[in-house]
C-alpha cells in the first residue's frame, strides 16, 4: 500500500495567489509568527458560489449550544455532505501546500466548518485548535487551520483574533482561556472572562476572498461582532495523517458522495493511507471501498 498524491503541488503555480511575495518569504512568516495572510485569493465568482451554498444552511438559523460556539452564532458542519462546491475550498492549492508541508502528505481534514457570527456575538475565549491532543507545550503542532472570509472581516464584525508568537508559549494561558464549562450544551451565559483582551493580540482583518492560515498551536479567539452586519468565514483545518479528526468525515460525509469528489478530497477525508499502513480496511487501501460504488 502506498500513499498516492493526486496533486502534485511542486507542479503547481501558486504566484497569482500570494500577493507578489515568494513562498519561501510567506512561510518564514507563518513559522515566525504561527500565521500568515494572503489578501483577494478567491475571485468574486468564486465566492458568489461558495456564499450560494452557504445560504440555505444559513437560512436555517441554527445558533450556538454554548459559550464556546456562541448563542448569536450559526455553525454548519459536514459541509461535504451538503454541497460538493466546499471541496473547492478544501483543496485549493495554495493551502494544502501550507497543509502539506507543515504536517506531512498523509495529511487529514481536521474539521471543516462555517462560522456566521451575528450583531450582538461576543468574543469567543481564547484556544488553539489541537488543544484536544492534551500533549504539553511548547511543541510541533499536530494541526493547522485555515481561515476563508467570505465575507468583509472587520475590526467590529469580529475579525478572528489572534496573538502573533503564542505558537511558542509552553503552558501559559491568556486571560479568557476556554475552560471544560465553556463545552457545556445549554451553557451560554456571555462569561465574564471572554471578554478579555490580551496585550498582544492583532485582529485579523480581510476583505472578502482573503485566506489566513494559522498553526494548530496559535491562540486565537472569534471576536465580538459589534456591527449591523453578520460576518461569514469558512474554515477548513488539517491534521497529521496518524491524528484522530474533530470531526469524524468517514461518517460525515456520505461515501456515495465522496466517490464523486476529486481524488485528493477523498485522500483528506481519510481514503488515504498513512505509511506504512495506517488506515487499511479488510487488509487493503481504503481507496478500494470508493471503487466499488464507482
Known amino acids: ?3 498516492a498524491r493526486s496533486i502534485e503541488l511542486t507542479d503547481v503555480d501558486l504566484t497569482p495567489w500570494l500577493g507578489g511575495r515568494s513562498f519561501d518569504d510567506a512561510w518564514e512568516q507563518f513559522q515566525e509568527e504561527g500565521y500568515v495572510i494572503f489578501e483577494n485569493v478567491l475571485t468574486p465568482e468564486e465566492l458568489e458560489v461558495q456564499r450560494a451554498a452557504l445560504k440555505p444552511w444559513i437560512d436555517a438559523d441554527i ?18 455532505d451538503k454541497d460538493p462546491v466546499f471541496a473547492d475550498l478544501i483543496s485549493h492549492p495554495l493551502q494544502l501546500a501550507f497543509a502539506e508541508r507543515e504536517l506531512g502528505a498523509s495529511v487529514l481534514l481536521y474539521a471543516c466548518l462555517a462560522i456566521n457570527l451575528l450583531p450582538g456575538e461576543t468574543a469567543q475565549p481564547w484556544h ?3 488543544s484536544h491532543c492534551g500533549l504539553a507545550r511548547p ?17 467590529d464584525n469580529g475579525a478572528t483574533e ?5 505558537h511558542k508559549w509552553g503552558e501559559e494561558q491568556p486571560d479568557g482561556a476556554n475552560q471544560a464549562e465553556d463545552f457545556i450544551t445549554g451553557r451560554i451565559d ?3 472572562e471572554k ?20 498553526k494548530g498551536t496559535l491562540w486565537h479567539r472569534g471576536g465580538a461582532n459589534d456591527s449591523d452586519a453578520p460576518r461569514l468565514i469558512v474554515t477548513p483545518q488539517f491534521c497529521k495523517g496518524w491524528c484522530r479528526p474533530l470531526e469524524q468525515q ?18 483528506l477525508l481519510g481514503y488515504n493511507i498513512h505509511l506504512p499502513f495506517m488506515g487499511y480496511v479488510d487488509g487493503m487501501h481504503p481507496a478500494r471501498m470508493l471503487e466499488k460504488l464507482g
Open 1 to 3: 500500500m502506498n500513499v
Open 63 to 80: 445558533r450556538g449550544r454554548n459559550n464556546f460556539e456562541g448563542a448569536d452564532s450559526n455553525r454548519v458542519y459536514a459541509m461535504l
Open 128 to 130: 488553539f485548535d489541537d
Open 139 to 155: 511543541r510541533e503542532p499536530l494541526s493547522m487551520s485555515t481561515f476563508w472570509s467570505i465575507s468583509d472581516t472587520t475590526s
Open 162 to 166: 489572534i496573538i502573533p508568537d503564542s
Open 190 to 192: 456571555g462569561g465574564s
Open 195 to 214: 471578554s478579555d483582551d490580551h496585550f498582544q493580540a492583532i485582529k485579523a482583518t480581510m476583505p472578502a476572498g482573503s485566506l489566513m492560515i494559522a
Open 250 to 267: 468517514l461518517i460525515a460525509v456520505s461515501p456515495e458522495k465522496v466517490a464523486g469528489f476529486p481524488k485528493r478530497v477523498q485522500e
